[in-house]
C-alpha cells in the first residue's frame, strides 16, 4: 500500500466549470499517474510524471492538464468540464521501473 | 509501443472449475508484465507480477500466470474457483523506459456460477 489519498472521491459539476483532483501519496515514490476507467475500456492513462515538474501525456490528455509541484502530490484539472469527462478517475504511483504500481481509491466525477 | 489485449471482456465459470483469463501483449522491449484485480467500487490490487527470472509466477489467491515470450502471452489460472474471485481483472504491461509508463488490457469481468 502506497499511502495513496484521492481527494474529493465524489463530485457532480456542471458542464464548462474547471475541476480539479488531488492525489497524495505519503511513499516518496517516484512515478505517479492518472487513469480514467470507463466501461469497455479498461483503464486509460491520462497524464504521468516521472518527477517534480517533469510530466508527459498519455493516451487521453486532450481536456486534461496536470501539475506536480512536491513529490507527494499530483493534481489533476479538467479545465472546461464536459459530459464525456465523466468517469471514474483514479491515481496510481510507483517507485521505479518494474515495480507495482499501486492505486488509490477512485474519484467519481460527474459532468452534468 | 506497449499494448495489451484480453480476450473475453466476460468470463463465467462454476465454483470449483478452471479459471482461465487470457492475456497477450506486445512490446518493443522486454516487458514487465502484472495482473490486478479489482472488486467494486474499489481500486485495483496486485494479484502477481512477472519481472525477471522464472517465467511460471504465483500470486495471492491461488492464482498464477505464465509469462510465454513466443506466444507474447501472460495467462492467469486457477485451478479451482470461489465465489469470491467474481471480480474484474487487467493485464497490465510496462518497461524501463522514459515515464515508465503502464498500459492495461480492456479488462475480464469473471462471474462464478454456484
Known amino acids: 500500500d502506497a499511502g495513496i489519498t484521492q481527494s474529493p472521491r465524489h463530485k457532480v459539476t456542471e458542464t464548462g466549470t474547471p475541476v480539479t483532483l488531488r492525489c497524495h501519496q505519503t511513499e516518496n515514490h517516484r512515478y505517479m499517474y492518472w487513469y480514467r476507467q470507463d466501461p469497455g475500456h479498461g483503464l486509460r492513462l491520462i497524464h504521468y510524471s516521472y518527477g517534480v515538474k517533469d510530466t508527459d501525456k498519455g493516451e487521453v490528455s486532450d481536456g486534461y492538464s496536470v501539475s506536480r509541484s512536491k513529490t507527494e502530490d499530483f493534481l489533476l484539472t479538467l479545465e472546461s468540464a464536459t459530459s464525456s469527462q465523466t468517469s471514474v478517475y483514479f491515481c496510481?504511483?510507483?517507485?521505479?521501473?518494474?515495480?507495482?504500481?499501486?492505486f488509490g481509491e477512485g474519484s467519481w466525477l460527474t459532468v452534468v | 509501443a506497449q499494448s495489451v489485449t484480453q480476450l473475453g471482456s466476460h468470463v463465467s465459470v462454476s465454483e470449483g472449475a478452471l479459471v482461465l483469463l487470457r492475456c497477450n501483449y506486445s512490446?518493443?522491449?522486454?516487458?514487465?508484465l502484472f495482473w490486478y484485480v479489482q472488486y467494486p467500487n474499489q481500486g485495483l490490487q496486485l494479484l502477481l507480477k512477472?519481472?525477471?527470472?522464472?517465467?511460471l509466477v504465483k500470486g495471492i489467491n491461488g492464482f498464477e500466470a505464465e509469462f510465454k515470450k513466443s506466444e507474447t502471452s501472460f495467462h492467469l489460472t486457477k485451478p479451482s474457483a470461489h465465489m469470491s474471485d467474481a471480480a474484474e481483472y487487467f493485464c497490465?504491461?510496462?518497461?524501463?523506459?522514459?515515464?515508465?509508463?503502464?498500459?492495461f488490457g480492456t479488462g475480464t469481468s469473471l462471474t462464478v456460477i454456484p
Open positions: 512490446s518493443s522491449v522486454p516487458p514487465y
Open positions: 512477472y519481472t525477471t527470472g522464472a517465467t
Open positions: 496510481a504511483t510507483t517507485l521505479e521501473a518494474g515495480n507495482t504500481i499501486y
Open positions: 497490465a504491461v510496462s518497461s524501463s523506459g522514459a515515464g515508465n509508463q503502464f498500459y
